[in-house]
């Protein structure tokens, strides 16, 4: 049985309908999904894959 996802936006979201983006944390994965498009599904990356690509975007690499 899997429990249900607790989605929540980012703090940079303007709330108003832009590029959004929710993100879910399971045991071992993180869940990234596209806020007016959740029925596309969702991209799923290990934490340390997560932790790394936050490090990314926060020093400009990406």
Known sequence: MELRKQWRKSSYSAGNGGACVEVAETASRVLVRDTRHR????LEFGHREWAGLLRAVKTGRL
């Open 39 to 42: 029925e596309l599904g969702h």
